[in-house]
């Protein structure tokens, strides 16, 4: 049961980090639709921290007299964002901020394989399985919107610089 607990305290702390880099997206826009569609992204982070702490203290982590139930794990269906809210004209930032998004996904992807394959409890496994269908969700909605803001932003590089 340690070595779940451990996957799970670095678990939160990514989630952390990703709440951390969707404020520092909402800080450095002054587009009323593109900070809260970052302040959104960034208070899910904090509901997945949240579930994990759930899952800790279920684990033993921080209520040893808890025990483990798969029927209580239900993660909330990742919201699908209404990415069209971004004004196109700042599809540098957002292609770099996507890029990023997309970045941290994959790390949380690898991160929650490595765990299921390294763990010998069944029902931590169902719960990495859980988490890595929940990112690889997040990972396809940033790469669609990485890859339109890249197609905009070659675009606007073939009418302005070449």
Sequence with gaps: ?????????????????????????????????????????????????????????????????????????KPTEPKIYNWARFDDTQAKRAMTIFNVARGLEEDAIRFYEEAYANSSNEEAKQIYKILIAWEKVHYKQFDEQYRYYRDQFLKMLETTAF
Aim: charged share 35%; aromatic share 10%.
């Design 1 to 73: 049961m340690n070595n779940e607990i451990n996957v799970l305290k670095q678990a939160y702390q990514n989630e952390i980090e990703g709440y951390e880099f969707y404020r520092m997206g909402a800080d450095s826009t002054d587009n009323k639709e593109n900070k809260a569609v970052f302040e959104q992204l960034a208070n899910e982070e904090l509901l997945h921290a949240d579930y994990l702490l759930d899952l800790a203290d279920k684990l033993g982590g921080r209520k040893a007299e808890l025990e483990l139930d798969m029927a209580e794990f």
